[in-house]
């Protein structure tokens, strides 16, 4: 069993940067893909990015593309999501997910074995 435990949310204005982390505890993380979600009020949870194992390519949704980067310390079982050039409608629960498995992409849910309780980011304008 994999345990997650996201950290690094908080309250920021527009423009700035956060860096979110994920440790993981249990269960062999180098052979995990990682990802990160998010759900806004009212909305459903949505894909932001995620890395694969060994060399970790990176995938990130078109909303986050060339603002977010997510990367991974496979010593520290720890995946992070920097965030910067935040938005209002960056606004939202984060989530780092894990899967266990192989599949040709890792933007849908259904493929993650593994979630975390979330961190909380609100941007303000």
């Known amino acids: 069993q994999v345990q997650l435990v996201e950290s690094g949310g908080g309250l920021v204005q527009a423009g700035a940067s956060l860096r979110l982390s994920c440790a993981a505890s249990?269960?062999?993380?180098?052979?995990?893909?990682m990802g990160w979600f998010r759900q806004a009020p009212g909305k459903e949870r949505e894909y932001v990015a995620a890395?694969?194992?060994?060399?970790?390519?990176?995938y990130y949704a078109d909303s986050v593309k060339g603002r977010f980067t997510i990367s991974r310390d496979n010593a520290k079982k720890t995946v992070y999501l920097q965030m910067n050039s935040l938005k209002p409608e960056d606004t939202a629960v984060y989530y780092c997910?894990?899967?266990?498995?192989?599949?040709?992409?890792?933007?849908?849910?259904?493929?993650?074995?593994?979630w975390g309780q979330g961190t909380q980011v609100t941007v303000s304008s």
């Open positions: 890395i694969t194992w060994g060399v970790g390519s990176r």
């Open positions: 249990g269960g062999t993380f180098s052979s995990y893909v």
């Open positions: 997910a894990a899967s266990k498995g192989y599949y040709s992409g890792y933007s849908s849910q259904s493929v993650y074995d593994y």
